[in-house]
């Protein structure tokens, strides 16, 4: 028997949805439920970190066989944010630069270079 | 009668964005020097104006060294440093989440963040405590900098991803944040701090890239290399380089990243890593973001975030 849940994610959070850990709480309770099918409702939410929407792709997909998972009025800020940190999953490769390192000899000349900036 | 360190506030910071962070490290270059004081005396009896790069960081390390048990004293008559809790932050032990909520609305008409040393503690309550503070502050920002959404984004994306930092890597009891905003300058000034291990130690203890030297783990936190495990479907590392990216070149702000014995600093003038003395050394890591406030039409934080 299907058996679905709505979630408000505005009530939940607020309407900017933060930290990881926001998500693994939400989706202990998807699990303890045991529902077949999810409803995020992003209604009145402006601004999804990435750190929450990393960990909401990747909770999605680990319970994806068992859970249909819909994402209701989710604005282009939210779905901006899906697409850009889909990418940056399984990324094996990234640009590395060596940063240039400097040293002062003496402590007026640190304070010297940081007056400076 | 005992030996005492002391701290004397200077009279008063320039704007310049090194500034504070100067007294900063002569503060720590005296903590290093002489472990063996029974207290310390912090004096801001001649001091007219700190800002956050210089009373969050030492708020940090008086937060810390309380804990320790050190005795602590302080002198001032600003009212400045007790409407933003200095040293100790707003108090958040034994208070419900509404009632935490309610005391930090209060600053909605201000132009700060009080100071806030949040728990780092992994258990399902300050877990949901810390989620409802940082949707509090960014609730409290909107607020106070009516900025468009586009860039009051930003500063969302920016506290986030140095929270969870130093949730998920620092070994931090309490990470600590803390913020003012500039009208008359157009721009914001925020820290977020912490007294972990730092990310060399972090890098060590991960067994991952070794890095050889703390301006070395700072080049490669810099350039997301994680500590972290990555599974399939995550994506880690991505925090201080995307926060420094949007910031410095998205924003033209000002970025400093302090850890061990280096720190990393990055402006449209430069990019470079100063190698410090070793009493020198800062046991944790200290962010500071400059960021101005400006309505930049096209800007977008999702040109930032997979880079």
């Known amino acids: 028997m299907k058996k679905q849940l709505k979630i408000s994610l505005f009530e939940q959070f607020g309407e900017t949805l933060n930290t990881r850990e926001a998500v693994a709480s939400l989706f202990e309770k998807i699990k303890t439920e045991a529902v077949t099918s999810v409803t995020l409702d992003f209604s009145y939410v402006t601004f999804v970190s990435r750190s929450f929407t990393d960990q909401l792709i990747k909770e999605k997909l680990s319970l994806s066989e068992k859970v249909d998972f819909i994402f209701l009025n989710a604005d282009d800020n939210v779905l901006r944010m899906l697409r850009e940190v889909k990418k940056t999953q399984n990324l094996k490769k990234r640009v590395y630069k060596q940063i240039p390192v400097f040293k002062f000899s003496s402590k007026s000349k640190l304070d010297e270079y940081l007056i400076s900036i | ?307």
């Open chain 2, 1 to 307: 009668m005992g030996k005492s360190l002391n701290i004397k506030a200077p009279r008063r910071f320039s704007d310049n964005f090194g500034d504070p962070f100067r007294e900063i490290l002569k503060i720590v270059d005296s903590f290093n020097q002489d472990q063996t004081t029974d207290s310390i005396h912090v004096d801001f009896k001649e001091n007219k104006f700190s800002g956050p790069f210089y009373l969050g960081p030492l708020s940090s390390i008086l937060f810390n060294l309380k804990s320790l048990g050190q005795e602590i004293n302080i002198e001032h008559s600003s009212s400045y440093l007790t409407t933003i809790c200095f040293p100790y932050g707003v108090q958040l032990e034994n208070q419900s989440i509404e009632e935490i909520t309610n005391k930090l609305q209060l600053f909605t008409q201000k132009t700060y963040i009080p100071i806030i040393h949040f728990s780092t503690d992994k258990t399902p309550n300050q877990e949901v405590l810390r989620t409802n503070i940082i949707s509090t502050i960014n609730t409290i920002l909107k607020e106070q900098l009516k900025l468009p959404t586009n860039i009051i984004s930003a500063f969302y994306y920016f506290i986030d991803e140095l929270t969870q930092n130093i949730i998920h890597h620092s070994e931090s009891v309490v990470g600590t944040i803390f913020c003012q905003f500039y009208p008359e300058k157009n721009y914001v000034d925020l820290t977020i701090c912490d007294s972990g291990k730092g990310i060399l130690q972090s890098y060590i203890d991960s067994g991952k890239f070794s890095p050889k030297s703390n301006d070395e783990a700072i080049n490669f936190a810099i350039y997301g290399k994680s500590t972290k495990n990555l599974p399939n479907n995550e994506s880690r590392g991505y925090g201080l380089s995307t926060t420094r990216n949007m910031l410095v070149n998205g924003l033209k702000g000002q970025f400093l990243l302090y850890s061990g014995n280096s720190f990393f600093i990055h402006t449209n003038a430069r990019e470079e890593i100063i190698a410090l003395p070793k009493f020198k050394f800062f046991k944790g890591n200290m962010v500071n973001l400059r960021i101005p406030v400006f309505n930049i039409s096209d800007f977008s934080i999702y040109n930032y975030i997979s880079h």
